[in-house]
Protein backbone atom coordinates (compact mmCIF):
# COMPACT_ATOMS: atom_id res chain seq x y z
CA UNK A 1 0.00 0.00 0.00
CA UNK A 2 2.64 2.50 0.82
CA UNK A 3 4.42 2.06 -2.94
CA UNK A 4 1.00 2.52 -3.96
CA UNK A 5 1.17 5.74 -2.72
CA UNK A 6 4.50 6.47 -3.99
CA UNK A 7 3.23 5.99 -7.68
CA UNK A 8 0.62 8.69 -6.95
CA UNK A 9 0.73 11.50 -8.90
CA UNK A 10 0.25 14.74 -6.84
CA UNK A 11 -2.71 16.22 -8.27
CA UNK A 12 -6.22 14.81 -7.31
CA UNK A 13 -9.39 15.56 -9.19
CA UNK A 14 -12.51 15.10 -7.53
CA UNK A 15 -11.00 12.09 -6.20
CA UNK A 16 -10.27 10.75 -9.15
CA UNK A 17 -6.06 10.50 -9.08
CA UNK A 18 -3.19 9.02 -11.50
CA UNK A 19 -0.44 6.94 -10.76
CA UNK A 20 3.16 7.70 -12.69
CA UNK A 21 3.37 4.54 -14.39
CA UNK A 22 6.39 4.60 -17.43
CA UNK A 23 6.15 3.22 -20.60
CA UNK A 24 7.89 0.04 -21.58
CA UNK A 25 11.37 -0.46 -21.95
CA UNK A 26 10.76 -2.25 -25.25
CA UNK A 27 8.37 0.14 -26.52
CA UNK A 28 10.81 2.95 -25.92
CA UNK A 29 13.39 1.29 -27.49
CA UNK A 30 11.26 0.80 -30.75
CA UNK A 31 10.15 4.75 -30.89
CA UNK A 32 13.80 5.77 -30.88
CA UNK A 33 14.56 2.71 -33.67
CA UNK A 34 11.90 4.37 -35.91
CA UNK A 35 13.12 7.53 -35.43
CA UNK A 36 16.85 6.50 -36.38
CA UNK A 37 15.61 4.90 -39.05
CA UNK A 38 13.71 7.63 -40.48
CA UNK A 39 16.81 9.46 -40.36
CA UNK A 40 19.02 7.04 -42.18
CA UNK A 41 15.92 6.89 -44.48
CA UNK A 42 15.63 9.86 -44.95
CA UNK A 43 19.73 10.72 -45.58
CA UNK A 44 19.82 7.32 -47.97
CA UNK A 45 17.02 8.92 -51.20
CA UNK A 46 16.71 12.46 -50.42
CA UNK A 47 19.98 13.39 -49.04
CA UNK A 48 22.90 11.41 -50.44
CA UNK A 49 20.17 10.36 -53.37
CA UNK A 50 21.40 6.90 -53.34
CA UNK A 51 17.95 4.75 -53.22
CA UNK A 52 16.58 4.86 -56.82
CA UNK A 53 13.80 6.67 -56.10
CA UNK A 54 9.67 5.72 -57.97
CA UNK A 55 10.17 7.26 -61.44
CA UNK A 56 14.23 5.91 -61.77
CA UNK A 57 12.89 2.70 -60.79
CA UNK A 58 9.71 2.92 -62.86
CA UNK A 59 12.32 3.69 -65.75
CA UNK A 60 14.80 0.93 -64.80
CA UNK A 61 11.75 -1.25 -65.58
CA UNK A 62 10.23 -0.35 -68.50
CA UNK A 63 13.92 -0.49 -70.19
CA UNK A 64 14.10 -4.00 -68.66
CA UNK A 65 10.66 -5.13 -70.16
CA UNK A 66 11.61 -3.42 -73.38
CA UNK A 67 14.55 -5.81 -73.58
CA UNK A 68 12.75 -8.93 -72.54
CA UNK A 69 9.62 -7.99 -74.70
CA UNK A 70 11.85 -6.91 -77.83
CA UNK A 71 10.38 -9.71 -79.72
CA UNK A 72 7.05 -8.92 -79.60
CA UNK A 73 7.86 -4.79 -80.80
CA UNK A 74 7.32 -4.07 -84.63
CA UNK A 75 9.72 -2.47 -86.60
CA UNK A 76 9.09 0.69 -87.86
CA UNK A 77 9.62 -0.26 -91.46
CA UNK A 78 9.86 2.14 -94.30
CA UNK A 79 7.80 1.83 -97.67
CA UNK A 80 10.91 1.56 -99.41
CA UNK A 81 11.99 -1.41 -96.80
CA UNK A 82 9.20 -3.08 -96.81
CA UNK A 83 8.99 -2.99 -100.72
CA UNK A 84 13.00 -3.87 -101.02
CA UNK A 85 11.13 -7.98 -99.74
CA UNK A 86 7.61 -7.91 -100.58
CA UNK A 87 8.46 -8.65 -104.64
CA UNK A 88 10.58 -11.49 -103.22
CA UNK A 89 8.98 -15.03 -104.69
CA UNK A 90 9.92 -16.87 -102.04
CA UNK A 91 8.73 -14.83 -99.12
CA UNK A 92 5.31 -13.96 -101.10
CA UNK A 93 4.84 -17.89 -101.02
CA UNK A 94 6.04 -17.64 -97.18
CA UNK A 95 3.33 -15.86 -96.25
CA UNK A 96 0.41 -17.39 -98.64
CA UNK A 97 1.23 -20.36 -96.40
CA UNK A 98 0.73 -18.46 -93.10
CA UNK A 99 -2.47 -16.33 -94.61
CA UNK A 100 -3.69 -19.78 -95.60
CA UNK A 101 -3.39 -20.88 -92.04
CA UNK A 102 -3.82 -17.57 -89.63
CA UNK A 103 -5.64 -14.95 -91.86
CA UNK A 104 -8.16 -17.16 -94.35
CA UNK A 105 -10.64 -17.70 -91.58
CA UNK A 106 -11.73 -13.89 -91.63
CA UNK A 107 -10.12 -12.84 -94.90
CA UNK A 108 -11.00 -15.99 -97.08
CA UNK A 109 -9.07 -17.81 -98.93
CA UNK A 110 -8.05 -16.13 -101.71
CA UNK A 111 -8.70 -12.52 -99.86
CA UNK A 112 -11.49 -12.04 -100.99
CA UNK A 113 -12.90 -10.78 -97.55
CA UNK A 114 -15.15 -12.31 -95.00
CA UNK A 115 -15.28 -10.66 -91.28
CA UNK A 116 -12.31 -8.93 -92.54
CA UNK A 117 -12.01 -6.76 -96.11
CA UNK A 118 -11.16 -8.03 -99.10
CA UNK A 119 -7.55 -7.44 -99.67
CA UNK A 120 -7.74 -8.11 -103.30
CA UNK A 121 -9.25 -4.73 -104.47
CA UNK A 122 -7.78 -1.52 -104.44
CA UNK A 123 -9.01 0.38 -101.76
CA UNK A 124 -7.72 0.19 -98.07
CA UNK A 125 -9.17 1.20 -94.54
CA UNK A 126 -5.70 1.51 -93.36
CA UNK A 127 -3.60 2.44 -95.94
CA UNK A 128 -2.54 0.35 -98.33
CA UNK A 129 1.42 1.70 -99.01
CA UNK A 130 3.91 -1.24 -98.19
CA UNK A 131 4.38 0.30 -94.92
CA UNK A 132 0.98 0.67 -93.67
CA UNK A 133 0.17 -2.75 -94.83
CA UNK A 134 2.27 -4.17 -92.66
CA UNK A 135 1.69 -1.79 -89.68
CA UNK A 136 -1.59 -2.84 -90.24
CA UNK A 137 -0.67 -6.58 -89.69
CA UNK A 138 1.77 -6.31 -86.95
CA UNK A 139 -0.16 -3.84 -84.56
CA UNK A 140 -3.79 -5.14 -85.94
CA UNK A 141 -6.77 -3.30 -84.90
CA UNK A 142 -7.84 -4.24 -81.99
CA UNK A 143 -11.61 -2.49 -81.94
CA UNK A 144 -12.51 -3.96 -85.10
CA UNK A 145 -11.25 -7.91 -84.21
CA UNK A 146 -8.24 -7.78 -86.71
CA UNK A 147 -5.02 -9.20 -84.02
CA UNK A 148 -2.35 -7.67 -83.45
CA UNK A 149 0.08 -10.64 -85.00
CA UNK A 150 3.46 -9.27 -83.56
CA UNK A 151 2.07 -10.60 -80.50
CA UNK A 152 1.89 -14.00 -82.21
CA UNK A 153 3.76 -14.08 -85.40
CA UNK A 154 7.56 -13.51 -85.58
CA UNK A 155 8.81 -10.35 -87.22
CA UNK A 156 9.98 -12.20 -90.48
CA UNK A 157 6.83 -13.71 -90.37
CA UNK A 158 4.65 -10.57 -90.29
CA UNK A 159 7.26 -9.34 -93.48
CA UNK A 160 5.84 -12.64 -95.67
CA UNK A 161 2.31 -11.66 -94.84
CA UNK A 162 2.68 -8.25 -95.36
CA UNK A 163 4.37 -9.39 -99.06
CA UNK A 164 1.72 -11.77 -99.64
CA UNK A 165 -0.81 -9.22 -98.96
CA UNK A 166 0.66 -6.63 -101.23
CA UNK A 167 0.99 -9.14 -104.15
CA UNK A 168 -2.97 -9.78 -103.99
CA UNK A 169 -3.84 -6.41 -104.67
CA UNK A 170 -5.84 -5.72 -107.73
CA UNK A 171 -6.11 -9.42 -108.44
CA UNK A 172 -9.76 -8.47 -107.75
CA UNK A 173 -11.31 -11.73 -106.35
CA UNK A 174 -14.78 -11.16 -106.22
CA UNK A 175 -15.60 -11.22 -102.53
CA UNK A 176 -16.65 -8.61 -100.05
CA UNK A 177 -17.41 -4.71 -101.61
CA UNK A 178 -14.22 -2.75 -101.51
CA UNK A 179 -14.39 -0.77 -97.95
CA UNK A 180 -11.83 2.62 -97.08
CA UNK A 181 -10.36 4.48 -99.98
CA UNK A 182 -9.59 3.83 -102.88
CA UNK A 183 -5.49 4.34 -103.78
CA UNK A 184 -3.23 4.84 -106.91
CA UNK A 185 -1.39 2.11 -108.12
CA UNK A 186 1.89 3.18 -107.69
CA UNK A 187 2.39 2.08 -103.90
CA UNK A 188 1.95 -1.68 -104.53
CA UNK A 189 5.86 -3.17 -104.70
CA UNK A 190 4.43 -6.24 -107.87
CA UNK A 191 2.89 -2.82 -109.62
CA UNK A 192 5.80 -0.53 -108.73
CA UNK A 193 8.19 -1.18 -111.20
CA UNK A 194 5.48 -1.56 -114.09
CA UNK A 195 5.14 2.41 -114.70
CA UNK A 196 9.05 2.32 -115.34
CA UNK A 197 9.28 0.67 -118.21
CA UNK A 198 6.42 2.47 -119.54
CA UNK A 199 8.25 6.09 -120.45
CA UNK A 200 10.99 3.69 -121.89
CA UNK A 201 8.63 2.34 -124.08
CA UNK A 202 7.40 5.65 -125.32
CA UNK A 203 10.39 6.52 -127.22
CA UNK A 204 10.49 3.28 -128.74
CA UNK A 205 7.01 3.49 -131.13
CA UNK A 206 8.47 6.90 -131.86
CA UNK A 207 11.84 5.70 -133.57
CA UNK A 208 10.07 3.33 -136.30
CA UNK A 209 7.61 6.24 -137.17
CA UNK A 210 10.59 8.22 -137.79
CA UNK A 211 12.78 5.43 -139.36
CA UNK A 212 10.25 4.84 -142.59
CA UNK A 213 10.76 8.69 -143.04
CA UNK A 214 14.21 8.55 -143.08
CA UNK A 215 14.11 6.34 -145.79
CA UNK A 216 16.64 3.31 -146.27
CA UNK A 217 19.16 3.31 -143.69
CA UNK A 218 21.19 0.87 -141.45
CA UNK A 219 21.00 0.58 -137.76
CA UNK A 220 23.15 4.00 -136.87
CA UNK A 221 20.82 6.18 -138.55
CA UNK A 222 17.71 5.73 -135.43
CA UNK A 223 20.09 6.82 -133.13
CA UNK A 224 21.89 9.22 -135.38
CA UNK A 225 18.54 10.52 -135.78
CA UNK A 226 17.66 10.98 -132.71
CA UNK A 227 20.62 12.48 -131.60
CA UNK A 228 20.34 15.27 -134.51
CA UNK A 229 16.87 15.75 -132.78
CA UNK A 230 18.44 16.65 -128.93
C1 LIG B 1 -10.26 -12.62 -86.43
C2 LIG B 1 -10.36 -12.15 -87.77
C3 LIG B 1 -9.13 -11.72 -88.50
C4 LIG B 1 -7.96 -12.43 -88.71
C5 LIG B 1 -7.62 -13.81 -88.21
C6 LIG B 1 -7.13 -11.59 -89.53
N1 LIG B 1 -7.75 -10.42 -89.80
FE1 LIG B 1 -7.01 -8.88 -90.92
N2 LIG B 1 -8.65 -7.80 -90.51
C7 LIG B 1 -9.75 -8.22 -89.79
C8 LIG B 1 -10.72 -7.15 -89.72
C9 LIG B 1 -12.06 -7.21 -89.04
C10 LIG B 1 -10.15 -6.05 -90.40
C11 LIG B 1 -10.78 -4.69 -90.64
C12 LIG B 1 -10.33 -3.71 -89.58
C13 LIG B 1 -11.07 -2.41 -89.66
O1 LIG B 1 -12.22 -2.41 -90.12
O2 LIG B 1 -10.50 -1.40 -89.24
C14 LIG B 1 -8.84 -6.50 -90.89
C15 LIG B 1 -7.98 -5.71 -91.62
C16 LIG B 1 -6.83 -6.16 -92.21
C17 LIG B 1 -5.98 -5.36 -93.05
C18 LIG B 1 -6.21 -3.91 -93.43
C19 LIG B 1 -7.08 -3.80 -94.64
C20 LIG B 1 -7.35 -2.39 -95.04
O3 LIG B 1 -8.28 -2.19 -95.81
O4 LIG B 1 -6.65 -1.47 -94.58
C21 LIG B 1 -4.94 -6.16 -93.47
C22 LIG B 1 -3.81 -5.78 -94.39
C23 LIG B 1 -5.14 -7.45 -92.84
N3 LIG B 1 -6.28 -7.42 -92.08
C24 LIG B 1 -4.28 -8.52 -92.99
C25 LIG B 1 -4.39 -9.68 -92.24
C26 LIG B 1 -3.39 -10.72 -92.24
C27 LIG B 1 -2.13 -10.73 -93.07
C28 LIG B 1 -3.83 -11.67 -91.37
C29 LIG B 1 -3.13 -12.96 -90.98
C30 LIG B 1 -1.77 -12.88 -90.51
C31 LIG B 1 -5.11 -11.24 -90.85
N4 LIG B 1 -5.41 -10.01 -91.38
C32 LIG B 1 -5.88 -11.96 -89.97
C33 LIG B 1 -9.91 -9.45 -89.23
C34 LIG B 1 -8.98 -10.45 -89.20
Known amino acids: MADKDERL ?5 DGIQEYDNPLPGWWTALFWLTIVFAGGYYGYYQILGMGENRYQEYENEIKEADVKYAQFKLPDLSDSEVKAFAGDKATIDKGAAIFKERCAVCHGDKGEGKIGP ?33 LTLKTDEIKAASSFV ?55 TPAAAEAGKI
Request: zero cysteines; charged letters at 15%.
Open 166 to 220: LSLRNTNVAGKAPQGVVEADEAAPVAAPAPAPAPVAVPAPATPAADPAAAPAPAP
Open 9 to 13: LEHNY
Open 118 to 150: NLTDNAWIHGGKPGQVFKTIGNGVGSKGMPAWR
